[in-house]
């Protein structure tokens, strides 16, 4: 119902900055919020950051990248942006683009970002 193709991944050094991009179609009116998520190597998904689409609310950001990573969203379409700064080699991982619906959940294919010491 719902395609998600992120984009912006690739190698920056230590202190450096990426900008994530996330465009979402198909049923994409339907979205109530979009966020992203990131996997590194031997651990676990986990949130990185999320913004409401239907509404209203405040951004909601992992402890680790707050204050280093901001999410936002382009007015009138269901495009969600990952602006990251300062990246640390701990930020290093494939990030997925992520969609919640009232009954269901999408996720991109997911775009690596490697942060080198």
């Known amino acids: 119902q719902v395609q998600l193709v992120e984009s912006g991944g690739g190698l920056v050094q230590a202190g450096g900055s990426l900008r994530l991009s996330c465009a979402a179609s198909?049923?994409?009116?339907?979205?109530?919020?979009m966020g992203w998520y990131r996997q590194a190597p031997g651990k676990l998904r986990e949130l990185v950051a999320t913004?409401?689409?239907?509404?209203?609310?405040?951004?909601v950001y992992a402890t680790t990248v707050r204050g280093r990573f901001t999410i936002s969203k382009a007015d009138g379409r269901n495009t969600v942006y990952l602006q990251m700064n300062s990246l640390k080699p701990e930020d290093t991982a494939v990030y997925y683009c992520?969609?919640?619906?009232?009954?269901?959940?999408?996720w991109g294919q997911g775009t690596q970002v490697t942060v080198s010491s």
């Open positions: 992520n969609a919640q619906l009232t009954d269901s959940m999408y």
């Open positions: 198909g049923s994409s009116s339907s979205i109530n919020d």
């Open positions: 913004i409401s689409i239907s509404g209203g609310g405040t951004p």
